[in-house]
């Protein structure tokens, strides 16, 4: 795992660089420390990592400037912050978890298990994405995505749009299709190895020519549902008609 540390309390710091190296153990392949926003920017900028723990105070500057620019990336990101308040704001960049100072050992390990057992997901659902088109980077809100399918390492997001003559435009996330549903809220479901869906924009779930089943998508799309898949489906949309 290569982690980076963006953290300019030295104390902190230390702290955050010995319990990582103990709690990580072999896990860990690389890590890096920076105290100012701008030599970690531009190090993101230039290398894949796996994840980051992120103060949200650095010298008097807001990590939220950087939080929004870096969940465009494909890493995860936990918060490690004495800002409680924040949380939730946090929460809805699409972070795993947000740690609160002074934090225990006990408290910083359960967030590493969060990512290394994986596919838990963090206890609020994010409400924006970030993408990087060309050199900006744009906010999605997660209401207004249909599904998300898998493209190689990547994550392609579908959603409306009423500027394109298609009605419709596709945007590609670094992250994975795995870490996108990491963060997205309850609502989104994987229904196939490679595609997440909003349960509450299905339409109905039809059974195709040679035992396929399919999810009619309130926008007409229909996308591909998992043979071991289709009951768990049939089951969620059953109970959104009798709840």
């Known amino acids: 795992m290569h982690l980076v540390i963006v953290e300019d309390e030295p104390l902190v710091q230390q702290r955050l660089l010995r319990l990582s190296k103990k709690l990580l153990g072999e896990k860990l392949t690389k890590l890096v420390v920076f105290g100012d926003i701008d030599e970690a920017e531009a190090y993101l900028e230039d290398?894949?990592?796996?994840?980051?723990?992120?103060?949200l105070n650095l010298q008097g500057?807001?990590?939220f400037a950087l939080l929004k620019n870096q969940v465009a990336g494909s890493y995860h990101t936990i918060i490690v912050s004495a800002y409680a308040d924040k949380a939730i704001d946090a929460f809805e960049y699409g972070v795993l978890d947000f740690v609160a100072k002074p934090f225990t050992e006990q408290r910083l390990e359960a967030a590493f298990n969060r990512l290394l057992e994986s596919r838990q997901r963090s206890d609020f659902g994010c409400r924006y994405l970030s993408v990087k088109i060309a050199q900006r980077v744009e906010l999605i809100q997660v209401s207004e995505l249909s599904f998300v399918r898998a493209e190689g390492h990547y994550s392609e997001l579908n959603l409306p749009d009423e500027n394109s003559k298609e009605g419709w435009r596709t945007l590609l996330h670094s992250k994975s299709i795995d870490k996108i549903s990491d963060i997205l809220p309850d609502n989104f479901t994987r229904v196939h190895r490679s595609y997440l869906a909003d349960m509450n924009k299905v339409k109905q779930l039809n059974i195709a020519p040679g035992g396929r089943y399919l999810l009619e998508?309130?926008?007409?799309?229909?996308?591909?549902?998992?043979r071991t898949r289709y009951k768990e489906i049939r089951q969620k949309l059953d109970e959104r008609v009798h709840p």
Request: glycine share 14%; no cysteine.
């Open 47 to 55: 290398h894949n990592i796996d994840l980051l723990l992120l103060d």
């Open 61 to 63: 500057r807001d990590g």
């Open 217 to 226: 998508m309130v926008s007409g799309h229909t996308i591909p549902v998992g």
